[in-house]
């Protein structure tokens, strides 16, 4: 009997079985982190966003001006527009500068003339042409 004991304590061992208990199985590899794909530079011609809920900022030189493009206005309600960052002289902003540093801009009180509204932005301060606002519709005579 000592003897089978021995044959089966020797068999054991020599199987690798340590009882009844198993092998842990490895863990997984973890899974790697895919980092955030950056936001694509604008090509040649094409403005970079600026504004809209999260104060995106444009590089110095530039002014954040109303995307034409969508339906959101600042000028009538739309505080939180996105707009497009566009260079401080580029002629298609119909912006005229009085002063061209924004400290200064907060201390200065000017008019504008008709069709002109006032603005500040990073680039400084002035007149603007505002587009013609649409004509109201006739609201009927109370019956």
Same mark, same amino acid.
């Given at each position: 009997?000592?003897?089978?004991?021995?044959?089966?304590?020797?068999?054991?061992?020599?199987?690798?079985?340590?009882?009844?208990?198993?092998?842990?199985?490895?863990?997984?590899?973890p899974e790697p982190v895919a980092e955030p794909e950056p936001e694509p530079e604008p090509q040649a011609g094409e403005a970079k966003m600026c504004g809209g809920i999260a104060g995106m900022r444009c /590089? =110095? %030189?530039? +002014?954040?001006?109303? &995307?034409?493009?969508?339906?959101?206005?600042?000028?009538?309600?739309?505080?939180?527009?996105?707009?497009?960052?566009?260079?401080?002289?580029?002629?298609?902003?119909?912006?005229?500068?009085?002063?061209?540093?924004?400290?200064?801009?907060?201390?200065?009180?000017?008019?504008? /003339? =008709? %069709?002109? +509204?006032?603005?500040? &932005?990073?680039?400084?301060?002035?007149?603007?042409?505002?587009?013609?606002?649409?004509?109201?519709?006739?609201?009927?005579?109370?019956?």
């Amino acid at each position: 009997m000592i003897h089978r004991l021995s044959l089966l304590t020797l068999l054991t061992v020599a199987m690798g079985c340590t009882g009844n208990k198993v092998a842990p199985e490895p863990a997984p590899e973890p899974e790697p982190v895919a980092e955030p794909e950056p936001e694509p530079e604008p090509q040649a011609g094409e403005a970079k966003m600026c504004g809209g809920i999260a104060g995106m900022r444009c /590089d =110095d %030189g530039f +002014a954040c001006v109303d &995307d034409p493009r969508d339906s959101c206005d600042p000028a009538h309600g739309g505080a939180d527009c996105s707009g497009l960052c566009k260079a401080c002289d580029d002629a298609s902003l119909a912006r005229t500068y009085i002063n061209q540093n924004p400290d200064e801009c907060a201390a200065i009180k000017f008019t504008c /003339d =008709d %069709g002109q +509204a006032p603005f500040s &932005d990073a680039c400084g301060c002035g007149c603007a042409t505002t587009p013609p606002s649409e004509p109201e519709e006739p609201k009927a005579a109370p019956e």
